[in-house]
């Protein structure tokens, strides 16, 4: 138990067993400490506290390996494996928080006795079980156990109608001109001279910026935007009610009180507030960069006044390419893979004096995959995973992934970032995910010396968790930076005015698309509060006051919103993140982001405390001053 070695990975034949065991020795852990607790056995706050982490440490040991071998492992069997971990950890944590005799050993506790940490522990952790209903009267408590079930049916018939919602068209291919080949080559022509068009991604996203035919735009449009409709306009309706009764039964106002409380925001009225804020001063360069595409558009459609869905994302790439000369074909020659990795780990070193030696005498699930342990001024601060190439079966989106939470004394922290990445030339765009992932990585290892697992690594405000990561792109979008690794294959750096061109391109829009976000996170506050009867007639509303796009008429975009599910009320939070970002970045020397100062200070004051510590205090700390709007603004702005 104060094994603070790296944990050892099994070799191929044998990780199914590992897995296994790992995970049953975690959940084995967790269910022994809440007998003892629940025995009597710890005499004092503090006693309790450090069975219960003890416990939690096991469960989290245990999701954490079945999360990510479930989305990483070549192996099948390891997968599912993976997954019935996760399961069973969930299952074990809804019966904890409701398990009324383990709450009343919390409740009965001394916390006069307790340091500052401890008692936020203690804290936070009866505010867990009281968000749960665990304290309320037994109809109570039976009543948000159907809702809870009944939001869980919802939830799942709301995503496989997503998924299954596929809608479909064909047209004859000359009406594709504009669309990239290698996309035209994978579409063949049917017997009856056609292709077939279908609302998914790989479709949607292409034909929309892309095809020059406006009538197989507005086609497409009307297609992806009445996914789920109406099959889910009951269920959103329904999930909204529940969410509501829910929040009431547990003591709060509504549900987007309920679900702030344990956020940066702290209370639900300040999300439209927030949301309005955004707006305000994303209006000026909204409408400056909309009027670009407005008058695009009127050279091929004149008498137009307005410009929606069926446009925007048309016009918004061809302004890109007619008056921001970036040629991504000779971006691209700058980024080959292993300089880029290479310089990630270079630059993230130095900015906070960190240095990565490569683990090469262990196993590890694929090839592809590299380890480094991560070292401050001599010592060992935790063990880092790059996962970063594409291969079949594999999680096929960019993340952070937890192996161990690091604990003082008792445990490293370990990360693996998950991304899929071309073995050659990167995009930028890629470049920039990159050093967003690892802002996360470097967060979670940084964070590894705290006393409880509860606080450790990325455990912090769901709302403020985005932020180191946001500001670490800041570092991919710096030509002094980039030039330290980005080159041709010539030697050649990356020239300085190529990535003043790219900045500008990609500052191009950012005002309306703010708006946009901003239309989204209104549905997201309104929707759970007013709960509207009609959903349309509401969405209608929203975007018109938020969105620089007109609605489409015919269309129920809120129907197909999967993060209506997902982030319920809060979806305004990556935008919250990115204000605070921008703020942190205000910090830092543009002329010299290596500047060591302010690197430290920000690694010291406001990765390396992890969750022990509202994020508000940590930014004021490392800030002099509370987090404010104007480094954003100004950004905007510009
Ligand atoms: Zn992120």
């Known amino acids: 138990m104060t094994d603070v070695t790296p944990v050892v990975l099994p070799a191929a034949a044998d990780f199914a067993d590992w897995l296994d065991q790992r995970c049953e020795t975690g959940l084995r852990a967790a269910r022994a400490a809440v007998d003892r607790l629940k025995g009597g056995e710890a005499t004092s706050a503090i006693e309790a506290l450090r069975i219960w982490d003890e416990g939690q440490t096991g469960m989290s040991n245990a999701i954490a390996c079945g999360s990510v071998f479930s989305e990483v492992h070549p192996d099948e069997a390891v997968r599912a494996r993976g997954d019935a971990a996760v399961q069973e950890v969930h299952k074990l944590d809804t019966e904890l928080q409701l398990d009324r005799e383990l709450y009343d050993v919390f409740a009965a506790l001394d916390a006069s006795t307790l340091d500052q940490s401890a008692a936020r522990l203690l804290e936070k952790t009866l505010r867990d079980f009281r968000r749960s209903g665990v304290d309320r009267d037994d109809a109570t408590r039976a009543r948000i156990k159907e809702i809870n079930e009944q939001l869980t049916t919802v939830g799942l018939q709301f995503r496989q109608n ?21 996309w035209l080559d994978s579409h063949e022509v049917d017997d009856d001279g056609l292709v077939t068009l279908t609302s998914e991604y790989p479709d949607a996203i292409p034909v929309r910026t892309f095809c020059t035919d406006r009538e197989v735009r507005a086609q497409m449009v009307e297609a992806f935007l009445n996914i789920g409709w109406p099959s889910n306009d009951a ?90 000369d970036v040629d991504a074909q000779v971006v691209r020659t700058y980024f080959d893979f292993q300089a880029v990795r290479a310089g990630l780990l270079d630059v993230t070193g130095r900015l906070f004096d960190l240095s990565y030696a490569p683990v090469t005498d262990v196993e590890l699930w694929h090839p592809d995959v590299t380890a480094y342990d991560v070292e401050l001024a001599g010592e060992t601060l935790g063990r880092i995973f790059l996962d970063l190439h594409p291969r079949e079966n594999k999680y096929n989106h960019a993340a952070q992934f937890t192996l161990t939470d690091g604990i003082a004394g008792r445990q490293l922290p370990e990360g693996i970032l998950v991304c899929n990445f071309p073995k050659g030339l990167m995009e930028h765009d890629d470049v920039v995910t990159l050093f967003h992932e690892f802002g996360h990585l470097v967060h979670h290892i940084l964070a590894g010396r705290v006393d409880w697992s509860r606080f450790s690594g990325v455990a912090t405000e769901w709302d403020f968790v985005e932020a180191p990561s946001q500001l670490l792109e800041e ?41 946009t976000q901003m239309f989204y996170a209104a549905m997201s506050y309104w929707f759970h509060t007013d709960r509207p009867s009609d959903l349309t007639a509401a969405t209608i509303s929203l975007q018109d006051k938020y969105s620089m796009f007109s609605y489409v008429p015919g269309t129920h975009m809120s129907a197909g919103f999967g993060h209506l599910e997902g982030y319920s009320s809060g979806y305004y939070t990556y935008m919250w993140s990115l204000v605070i970002a921008k703020d942190l970045f205000s910090a830092f020397d543009p002329e010299d982001l290596f500047a060591p100062e302010v690197a430290h200070r ?21 800030l002099g001053r509370p987090y404010t709007f104007d480094a954003y603004a100004a950004w905007l702005a510009r």
């Open 162 to 182: 997503l998924r299954d919602d596929k809608r479909s068209f064909r047209i004859s291919p000359d009406r594709l001109t504009g669309m990239p080949q290698d």
């Open 235 to 324: 269920l959103l309706k329904e999930m909204f009610e529940l969410r509501e009764e829910l929040a009431k039964l547990v003591g709060y106002d509504t549900w987007a009180d309920y679900d702030a409380d344990v956020k940066m925001i702290g209370k639900g009225p300040a999300i439209p507030e927030f949301i309005d804020r955004i707006a305000e001063v994303a209006q000026s360069s909204g409408e400056r960069d909309r009027a670009v595409l407005l008058a695009r558009l009127r050279q091929d459609h004149p008498g137009e006044d307005s410009i929606g869905g069926v446009d925007y994302p048309f016009y918004e790439e061809l302004v890109r390419k007619e008056q921001y």
């Open 475 to 515: 570092w991919a979008w710096d030509a002094g930076v980039l030039q330290t690794f980005a080159r041709n294959a010539e030697g050649e750096p990356i020239p300085a005015d190529l990535v003043a061109a790219m900045k500008r391109a990609d500052d191009f829009g950012k005002g309306y698309h703010a708006r």
């Open 602 to 622: 920000y690694r010291d004051l406001v990765l390396a405390p992890g969750g022990t510590r509202d994020a508000a205090d940590l930014v004021e700390d490392f």
